[in-house]
């Protein structure tokens, strides 16, 4: 591999963990950094090779954007998102596939949970998450979106740390989807 390109990949993994962290911190609205690490960690773990590693380039990462007035760390150790950190993560989120495409494949992405009573703080923030994220509820536990976000679903699922209560679909036919398509701004017609 050139140089040029080993650049572009390294730039491009710490951009992903600044993104993780980010995201997780504003899904969770205040996280610790023992939050932060592990969920970020077990999101990241396809990108590299070495776990020891994982740890230090979130914390790492974290720190910087710290530094850089993206996060702050308040009195209880807790980090919150500020002004400068949401207008980053947007700009991340443009060059994500939750962000609306120019087209629609004509596919709903369906998310379906079951999460225990014992978990209904997960459960609910879940739900919150979702409908930041812009998915449209069908019902309490059956949620929709259009476009491909299966990258957002894995961070949902490591931060509430949710495996196999939420599962994601790729529905080709919803029953009317008419009122949906309609929710979504889609202006698609009907084959």
């Known amino acids: 591999m050139g140089e040029i390109e080993e650049r572009v990949k390294v730039r491009r993994r710490k951009q992903n963990i600044r993104f993780a962290i980010l995201s997780a911190i504003k899904i969770a609205g205040m996280l610790s950094v023992a939050v932060i690490a592990p969920n970020a960690l077990q999101l990241l773990r396809y990108t590299h090779n070495k776990k020891s590693q994982y740890k230090s380039r979130v914390l790492e990462s974290l720190e910087r954007l710290e530094k850089n007035g993206y996060v702050k760390k308040g009195s209880d150790g807790k980090f919150q998102i500020t002004q400068k950190g949401e207008i980053l993560l947007l700009k991340f989120s443009n060059n994500t ?48 979106f259009p476009y491909d976000c299966e990258d957002i679903l894995a961070l949902l699922k490591t931060n509430y740390r949710l495996g196999k209560e939420v599962q994601y679909m790729v529905v080709e036919e919803l029953e009317e989807d008419r009122q949906l398509r309609k929710l979504f701004k889609i202006k698609e017609k009907r084959r």
């Open 97 to 144: 596939s939750v962000k609306k495409h120019k087209k629609w494949d004509r596919k709903w992405r369906v998310v379906i949970f079951d999460i225990p009573e014992q978990r209904k703080l997960s459960r609910d923030n879940l739900r919150l998450a979702l409908k930041s994220v812009g998915f449209a509820k069908l019902q309490n536990s059956v949620w929709v």
